[in-house]
């Protein structure tokens, strides 16, 4: 099946793949990421005019979220230390997600990222993608990560009913947020009111709050 993309009248974004001609090649990473955060200016609406696929657009969402997440404390080490973003279970970001991050910081700390295939390999993140492909395997990441300033972060249904923090889905052509407050308060992150209050945002709580 053809990777899903956003509705397009613009040139494909080929030249900044893999494959492309060396020169064009080397500038891929820097117009990619341009690109894709200025795709989130646009209250994450998928645009016609934009060229790349849901889950390159979705990759930049992610990395500007987390400008607008607060960790306490302790979950850093010092001023500079790098945030740690987990992928775990199959990747749906592919190279532009890492392209992205290699040329852009947050906040001023560097990016990291980790792959993880089974919740047995994970170690701590500041940022936990959660595939679909684990989606069977909430109970033993939840019991993994218990008690860490851990933000998650999913693309399934039911992620953030089931205590994940925060649900990339689609709906009328944008990419809209379900976050559960309650999970985000549990691992002890605030994140600001001006995310909460987009209208592309659905707040929600546990059931039990």
Avoid at 4 to 13: D, K, V
Avoid at 67 to 72: A, K, N, R, V
Wanted: charged content about 25%; hydrophobic content about 45%.
């Amino acid at each position: 099946m053809d990777e899903e993309r956003l509705p397009t009248r613009t040139s494909s974004i080929r030249n900044f793949l893999p494959g492309a001609p060396p020169r064009r090649r080397r500038d891929r990473a820097v117009l990619v990421g341009i690109s894709l955060v200025a795709v989130f200016l646009c209250e994450f609406a998928l645009a016609a005019e934009t060229p790349f696929s849901v889950p390159q657009v979705k990759a930049a969402q992610l990395y500007k979220l987390i400008s607008f997440i607060e960790w306490p404390a302790e979950a850093h080490s010092n001023d500079q230390s790098p945030i740690t973003i987990g992928i775990l279970g199959e990747d749906p970001f592919g190279a532009a997600f890492e392209e992205l991050l290699r040329v852009v910081k947050n906040k001023g700390r560097p990016i990291v990222i980790k792959h993880f295939k089974t919740p047995k390999e994970l170690t701590f993140c500041h940022v936990l993608f959660i595939a679909a492909s684990e989606k069977r395997n909430w109970s033993e990441i939840a019991q993994k990560i218990q008690g860490q300033s851990v933000l998650t972060v999913g693309d399934y249904e039911e992620f953030a009913r089931q205590g994940g923090i925060i649900h990339f889905f689609i709906e009328d052509n944008s990419i809209r947020f379900e976050i559960n407050l309650s999970a985000a308060e549990r691992a002890r992150m605030k994140i600001s009111s001006q995310v909460l209050n987009l209208k592309l945002v659905k707040v929600i709580r546990d059931s039990s709050s």
